[in-house]
């Protein structure tokens, strides 16, 4: 492995930029510690999405997080996608890159979403070889992120959180710790999600995501098209008493609203931060 | 137990065909919900995220045809046409050729060229940036060498033809447009130039010189073919003129001169 460390983002609060606040971001350069972009958005040749996160970059420390790498799909990687990837990470050079533990595309055909893994030992090996051939190809380990699931296999041998410490003890990634997608996952498949946050290694984790859940229905579903629920603060704050103070990301992409509001929730964030960090001091 | 390619496998099939059997082999937890509305979860998330970015990318097919109808046809797209790639912002280059055979659009014949129209633009967004073209460079070339050049248009440039006044009709479905929004079909088809300039994408009506004078060029013709064949199309064509409005625009970005060799002039 490399001496590229998986992450040199700041332990503070940062949002997702998308592209309804970028010209904002780049007009007026709100204080925030770092921003966070969809790597898939930024594989393009040229033209004005490329050029404006050039010009973002020079103001801020930049997190690359990626939607279709389909690190558990039972079909090898998509060789171009982590071509473009690599490249990316070569212009941007970001403080950290991450993908989802899931997969998307099967028999060549893909579906465009975060999809759920069985937690058996096969699926392990997939995503523990997929993992490795990213870290080797970018020359720096990669942050895994945990994804809401609205199902689970009969056939699953661990818990998810014994499945992603495996992960992490294997491939030597990091994780991208989901509070909400944990949260999520305990209410739609009834567990304690103190439970789930006690098995992670804390040294691990070098990233957490926080967003809003849509309740209607006999799931929760993680649309990030909400402010963060409140159960949701509160189990951020047992994970930042846990592991300590983390970069942690505001992410919102369905009717995304305006800048404030976005700011706003990572002021939140930043204040249960900074009571860890008072602490730590 | 199926293997992961067996369990993806069925998954898929479960989600794109509702296909009660493949729904069965995926071996889903029940805990309150059955399977089947667990996996309709995933069939809404990814219908709707498709109906999402191809409604950004063909917002004018979406507002001609009207919602319900957009997202039916998307769908149908999406079984007819899968992503096989891995980035979605690049999905929905065959939504035209779906729309020509789908047999609810045919009423309205031109929505095909109108998507063909919308992915040039979303195209022409993303394609690969280029310096603009060196006046002094081209003012140094001696004249007699002027019918040898080949010039060289924007990466991003894309030229399209139609039976359909569809420059109109993608205009007055602009959310920027203010005026009439009646469109004669009976105006007669258009030939169209696609392609980015420092203010974003453009979309410019060509005259018949034009047309042939940009095509000439795409097809990499030295500038003598260029300036006979536009003549040709359109007597009286100004061709000077429209060479410094292309350059001045960027829709064109490079000049090549011809390769000359040592040998070819002293034999």
């Known amino acids: 492995m490399s001496t590229n460390p998986a992450t040199s983002l700041p332990p503070y609060a940062g949002i997702g930029l998308r592209a309804p606040h970028i010209a904002r971001v780049r007009a007026e350069r709100p204080a925030l510690a770092w921003l966070e972009v969809h790597s898939e958005n930024y594989f393009v040749d040229g033209g004005p999405a490329p050029a404006a996160l050039a010009a973002i970059r020079r103001d801020y420390p930049i997190s690359l997080h990626g939607v279709g790498m389909s690190l558990g799909s039972a079909d090898a990687l998509f060789a171009g996608h982590l071509t473009k990837l690599k490249e990316l990470v070569h212009r941007i050079e970001p403080a950290a890159v991450s993908e989802h533990l899931c997969w998307g595309h099967i028999d060549g055909r893909h579906l465009n979403d975060l999809l ?65 997608n944990v949260y999520v996952n305990a209410v739609n498949h009834d567990f304690d999600p103190l439970a789930y946050v006690t098995a992670i290694p804390g040294e691990a984790v070098a990233e957490i995501h926080l967003a809003g859940f849509d309740a209607r229905g006999a799931c929760l579903i993680d649309t990030h098209g909400a402010r963060v629920a409140p159960a949701v603060w509160s189990l951020y704050q047992a994970t930042i008493e846990r592991f300590g103070p983390k970069p942690t990301l505001i992410e919102w992409d369905t009717d995304v609203p305006a800048l404030e509001v976005l700011l706003d929730e990572a002021a939140q964030a930043q204040a249960i931060l900074d009571t860890c960090h008072a602490v730590a001091a | 137990m199926p293997s992961l390619r067996e369990l993806q496998r069925s998954f898929a099939t479960a989600i794109m065909d509702a296909d009660a059997a493949a729904l069965g082999d995926l071996g889903i937890v029940d805990n309150g919900l059955d399977p089947a509305a667990r996996i309709a979860i995933y069939r809404n998330n990814v219908f709707g995220n498709y109906r999402k970015t191809l409604a950004a990318t063909f917002p004018v097919i979406k507002r001609l045809v009207g919602k319900p109808f957009f997202s039916l046809a998307v769908d149908a797209f999406v079984r ?131 047309r042939v004078m ?44 011809p390769i000359v060799t040592r040998t070819e002039n002293h034999p």
């Open chain 1, 116 to 180: 759920p893994l069985p937690f058996t030992d096969e699926a392990l090996g997939v995503v523990c070889e997929r993992i490795e051939i990213v870290q080797s190809a970018l020359a720096r380990p990669i942050l895994l992120e945990n994804v809401s699931a609205y199902l689970r296999f009969t056939d699953d041998a661990m818990a998810e959180w014994e499945f992603v410490a495996a992960v992490a003890k294997r491939t030597g990634c990091k994780l991208l710790f989901d509070v909400n």
């Open chain 2, 80 to 210: 007819a046409h899968p992503s096989m790639r891995c980035d979605v912002n690049r999905y929905g280059g065959e939504l035209s050729l779906f729309l020509a055979d789908y047999p609810t659009a045919r009423v309205l014949d031109y929505l095909p060229d109108v998507a063909r129209l919308e992915w040039a633009v979303d195209q022409a967004n993303i394609a690969a940036d280029a310096a603009p073209l060196d006046v002094a460079a081209l003012g140094a070339v001696p004249a007699e060498m002027f019918a040898e050049l080949r010039f060289v248009l924007h990466p991003s440039a894309q030229l399209l033809q139609s039976r359909y006044p569809i420059f109109r009709i993608w205009r007055v479905n602009q959310p920027d447009y203010v005026g009439s929004d009646v469109v004669d079909l009976g105006e007669g088809g258009d030939a169209l130039l696609v392609f980015r300039s420092d203010d974003g994408v453009l979309v410019e009506r060509l005259s018949a010189g034009e």
């Open chain 2, 214 to 257: 940009l095509a000439a060029i795409a097809a990499k013709r030295a500038f003598g073919s260029v300036a006979e064949r536009a003549s040709e199309a359109e007597p009286g064509f100004d061709l000077s003129d429209a060479l410094r409005r292309y350059v001045q625009s960027r829709a064109i970005v490079a000049f090549r001169t």
